[in-house]
């Protein structure tokens, strides 16, 4: 028998808003690292799959601050104003916010383009790889591990799975893993002449 | 700089939860979530039985895994070996609340996650923590367990036996239990027999 004066905090502290938020983060992040390398390729297709990335990442951090139990004390400042390297979440708000700032200058067109397309690059792959480490450091909680991860897991192979179908059907819009194929005979990008 | 630590002697706890009345009125820890509770737990069968009441709160680890996984520095820990939330930081996040493997944090309603400071303001004023004070059996010690003086590290000197939760996680706690009445030391949920 197992009795508690009062219950220790075992409940559930993170809901199914969090799995969306990891869901979404890794479709941004997906969404936005071929956005970048359409952009290295000076692909026509970037403007629109950057829209997508923007897209995604500002209803991600919608649903991040509509969840959060801390929405209305305007605390999130301090992801910015402290350097916490350690921390998944401190690279994770790093990540989108310099994905969408790059992303969002390109879309614009203006800034430096070439540093801008390679910080859109690092910062997508930051985003993509933050709900995996943020799962990563939770060693003492396997079993949220486990269903966090098989939640996670599937976004960047949907990404590759919307991708592949339309490998044969170029020319169109609905074509990120051209980036992909493409890339070998592109590369290093060309830099425009002024 | 002291290191703060504290021991529960298994052996004297009744279960009585003074020490968890008392940790609620000291820091007006808001209804359903608490930073102290007790675990009560029979093993075996009359009659050869026993019977544990087991205080648990924030253990204060040595290595604690919830203080790197903040991502702003609210979760921190002092020089002293506290380790404490400053809820101007904090941004509720429930990282640190999911990296505690001892269920000791929790989300206050006003939006920053709490837990046991052992009640570093009456520290301050050269006080004990609320637990220590109001314990009717005297089963906690609290001190300096660098100073060979103090409560805390007599009577670790002194305990037939000390435990502390979970060793196998190389958090090094600094909440200590002593003489468990299980010659096995601190129970496990595995071992408890279900009616």
């Known amino acids: 028998m197992t009795e508690f004066y009062g219950l220790p905090n075992a409940g559930e502290f993170w809901h199914w808003t969090n799995a969306l938020h990891f869901i979404l983060v890794g479709l941004a992040g997906g969404v936005a690292f071929l956005a970048a390398l359409l952009h290295l390729q000076n692909a026509k297709e970037a403007r629109f799959f950057t829209l997508v990335a923007l897209g995604l990442i500002a209803l991600d951090l919608f649903v991040l601050w509509a969840e959060s139990p801390a929405r209305f004390r305007f605390t999130h400042v301090w992801l910015f104003l402290t350097f916490h ?21 390109l879309h614009l067109n203006r800034g430096p383009k070439e540093a801008l397309k390679r910080v859109f690059l690092v910062a997508s792959l930051v985003a993509l790889a933050y709900p995996g480490l943020a799962l990563a450091v939770n060693l003492n909680r396997p079993l949220w591990n486990a269903l966090m991860l098989a939640l996670f897991s599937p976004s960047p192979p949907w990404l590759w799975a919307w991708g592949w179908p339309s490998s044969s059907s170029r020319p169109g819009p609905g074509f990120p893993s051209r980036a992909f194929w493409a890339w070998p005979s592109s590369w290093p990008p060309s830099t425009p002449s002024a | 700089m002291p290191r703060y630590a504290m021991t529960i002697d298994l052996s004297l706890c009744v279960g009585c939860a003074a020490c968890a009345v008392a940790c609620k009125m000291e820091n007006e820890v808001p209804p359903g979530v608490r930073r102290l509770w007790i675990r009560e737990r029979e093993l075996g069968i009359f009659p050869d039985l ?73 520290l301050e004023k050269g006080r004990l923590p609320a637990c220590v004070e109001t314990c009717p059996t005297g089963c906690r010690a609290f001190g300096d367990l660098d100073d060979p003086e103090s409560p805390v590290a007599k009577v670790l000197k002194e305990a037939g036996r000390v435990d502390v939760l979970r060793p196998e996680l190389g958090t090094k706690p600094k909440l200590f239990y002593l003489n468990a009445p299980s010659k096995k030391g601190l129970t496990r949920e595995s071992e408890v027999h279900h009616d």
């Open chain 1, 85 to 105: 390297p350690q921390s998944p979440i401190w690279w994770g708000a790093w990540g989108l916010a310099l994905a969408f700032l790059s992303g969002g200058l």
């Open chain 2, 50 to 122: 026993t019977v544990e009441f087991r205080p648990e709160q924030c253990l204060h680890c040595a290595n604690p895994p919830c203080v790197p996984v903040c991502p702003t520095g609210a979760s921190y820990q002092t020089k002293d070996g506290l380790v404490l939330v400053d809820p101007k930081k904090c941004i509720a996040c429930g990282a640190c609340v999911a990296a505690c493997p001892y269920d000791a944090r929790y989300l206050h309603p006003a939006g920053y996650v709490d837990k046991c400071t052992f009640c570093q303001h009456r």
